[in-house]
């Protein structure tokens, strides 16, 4: 109960936390390895931690044909399973639980499109990436409504850098390919 | 080992197969994605080996020792530490601290290239928070990059400003950052609006002069940036409705056009046409229209339209449904919307789809104060939801019941409680569900005569 307290004592605390903002997201495994984390609240490490790892713990138990959503404190967490990654995301409890579900589907959609049928290792391996494309989408944590090509686009421009200078040092491209379980993108629910 | 974890070490020969060794660490392919033999990759592929967390703390305390010496010696180059500066972030991700980098992050940012600038910058924003000391050092940084010529700079140091920037220092950026509303490229004007609207947060007063300036966002020609202006716009209408009330018109007429089809297709998600932006405008509309009979009756129209509209099977439509139903319901009332909302919320209730169900029950509880016939008619789905597999559904249910206790159904209701209690072990749940129970023993203290 004290923790709960203090967690709801941090957030009162934050000058003017705007209605209905997402507060994190965190990847996982099956295995509750963390594969990404992005909070849009400020918390200490510590609290963060304790967080990642009750939360993990409680989502990893649900079963699968359960509903997506989770009360978890005074917390909403939507979360869904692409393949062997968990995506996971916390909105406050009276917020509109289908949008948040259908964030973290277009989260997936772009990593899609960037990596080309993205899988798990690409996430885990070019994490950096994933943050660069959640960072373009979800901009300070509010979803940026913008047209298909822009959100990659800046992510692109920058890479295309990369290639030129690599291709210089190089004479030579490297194909890639991954063998593994790919994240199943369905195009509708 | 878990299958996971085997399919992923028996990919890696193949990763490395396919690695040049002439292209050096960290070849590049596809979309420069990294190989697996990088520095990053092998730690990743170490740590994945190990079969106990005590081993992983050794590796990992090795790891960010040489990562300390790296990132220290006056001759690491920049690639270098951007490469190591990943690494930090991995292992900060795994729960250890290596705040010995924090600063070398700050003048990743500062002296990088493009590359190694916005991995500067990401390490800023994950490491860093409002009230870092080092965060004032950034500040120099985002000002130079908001003066580039190269746009994608100016971009990184918008987006970081969005994102964390300590609050004593925006009179430093704020002009730069005006000035950027009027770009030619919307990119940059859309992600000035998002930095304004992080400012508004976190220091409201400073902004003030400026709220002219989102109105001419809120009518730019780029719905991308007149939909982060609805962010601000959202906020401000939140703290003080009446002071905005003549924009209600614009609102209706921009959600017109939306539900219409008038935006490029480029904006649609499952041919649905800017779903984010629409429920901004659901919301905004919804906080308008509260106890305002006049305002309300300017929105009718489009919220009707937006029901209609919303048909496509999709979960996208079903959320806009949602926030419509809700707007329906917290505006000044008018009986064929309401008919229309109440048939919504009976469709979710009745859905086999278990998150839709979830909706309902939740859209119910909601309207239950206005509209207490409708939980009546669905009786029978919501007695069925009470043995539900699901214990959120059960929850839903209960918080449902909860609010159309009586004399008649209150000692069923609260049986129905004390037996969820039995069955859950989540703290925070058990005191809310013995708070409400508590709160009905008083109301009806004959409850505990049987």
């Not at chain 2, 050092?137 to 987006?159: G, Y």
Request: proline share 4%; hydrophobic share 40%; charged share 25%.
């Amino acid at each position: 109960l004290f923790e709960t307290l203090r967690l709801r004592l941090t957030l009162f605390f934050f000058p003017l936390l705007p209605i209905q903002q997402m507060q994190f997201m965190l990847l996982f495994s099956r295995q509750g390895k963390l594969r990404l984390q992005k909070w849009y609240v400020p918390l200490s490490d510590k609290e963060k931690k304790k967080i990642t790892r009750e939360l993990v713990q409680t989502v990893l138990a649900r079963k699968p044909k359960m509903c997506s959503f989770l009360e978890w404190r005074d917390l909403k967490i939507v979360y869904k399973r692409y393949a062997s990654l968990y995506f996971c995301c916390a909105i406050e409890d009276q917020d509109n639980e289908l949008i948040t579900l259908e964030i973290i589907h277009r989260y997936v959609e772009l990593l899609d499109k960037y990596f080309g049928s993205v899988c798990e290792l690409d996430i885990i391996f070019n994490f950096e990436k994933a943050y660069f494309i959640l960072d373009e989408f979800l901009l300070g944590g509010e979803v940026q409504e913008t047209s298909k090509k822009n959100v990659l686009k800046a992510i692109e421009q920058a890479d295309l850098l990369q290639e030129v200078s690599k291709s210089n040092f190089s004479g030579r491209s490297v194909s890639m390919v991954v063998v593994t379980q790919k994240l199943h993108v369905p195009l509708s629910f | 080992m878990s299958d996971v974890v085997e399919r992923t070490l028996s990919a890696l020969p193949g990763l490395l197969g396919q690695h040049d060794p002439g292209a050096g660490p960290g070849g590049a392919g596809g979309p420069g994605r990294v190989s697996a033999s990088s520095r990053l990759g092998s730690l990743i592929r170490s740590i994945t080996a190990l079969t106990s967390k005590h081993e992983e703390e050794k590796l990992i305390q090795q790891e960010l020792t040489s990562l300390k010496a790296t990132v220290s010696a006056p001759t690491t180059t920049l690639r270098l530490m951007k490469e190591c500066m990943v690494r930090l972030i991995y292992c900060e991700m795994l729960g250890y601290e290596s705040s010995f980098g924090y600063i070398h992050a700050i003048k990743l940012a500062q002296q990088g290239n493009l590359l190694e600038k916005r991995v500067g910058y990401l390490a800023v924003s994950l490491f860093l928070h409002e009230n870092h000391e080092l965060l004032l050092l950034l500040v120099n940084t985002v000002v130079k990059d908001l003066q580039s010529t190269n746009l994608v700079e100016v971009c990184m140091a918008l987006t970081v400003v969005s994102q964390i920037f300590p609050r004593e220092m925006i009179p430093a950026v704020l002009p730069l950052i005006e000035d950027k509303l009027q770009h030619s490229k919307e990119i940059i004007r859309r992600k000035a609006v998002q930095a304004l609207y992080k400012f508004y947060l976190i220091a409201p007063n400073q902004v003030q002069h400026i709220h002219d300036k989102f109105r001419k966002a809120l009518c730019d020609r780029d719905a991308g940036v007149m939909a982060a202006s609805l962010h601000i716009y959202l906020q401000m209408i939140k703290e003080n409705s009446s002071g905005y009330k003549d924009l209600t018109g614009s609102f209706v007429t921009i959600l017109k056009q939306v539900v219409g089809g008038k935006l490029s297709a480029d904006f649609n998600y499952h041919s649905v046409p800017a779903p984010w932006l629409q429920i901004q405008l659901l919301r905004i509309l919804g906080l308008l229209g509260k106890d305002d009979p006049r305002t309300s009756e300017l929105m009718y129209d489009v919220l009707d339209e937006s029901l209609r509209r919303a048909e496509i099977n999709h979960n996208i439509t079903y959320a806009i449904l949602f926030e419509c139903v809700q707007t329906i319901y917290t505006i000044y009332p008018k009986s064929e919307l309401l008919e229309k909302a109440a048939k919504c919320i009976g469709k979710f209730v009745l859905s086999p789809k278990i998150n839709l169900k979830y909706l309902g029950l939740k859209a119910l509880t909601y309207v239950i104060q206005q509209d207490p016939n409708l939980a009546l008619q669905h009786q029978m789905t919501i007695i069925e939801c009470l043995d539900h597999p699901d214990p959120i559904i059960k929850r839903e249910t209960l918080e449902l019941l909860y609010r159309i206790t009586n004399g008649q159904n209150v000692t069923v209701i609260v049986q129905k409680m004390l037996d969820y209690l039995k069955e859950s072990q989540e703290e925070y749940a058990i005191i809310s569900l013995v708070g409400k129970i508590a709160e009905l023993a008083e109301k009806y203290p004959f409850i505990f005569l049987n």
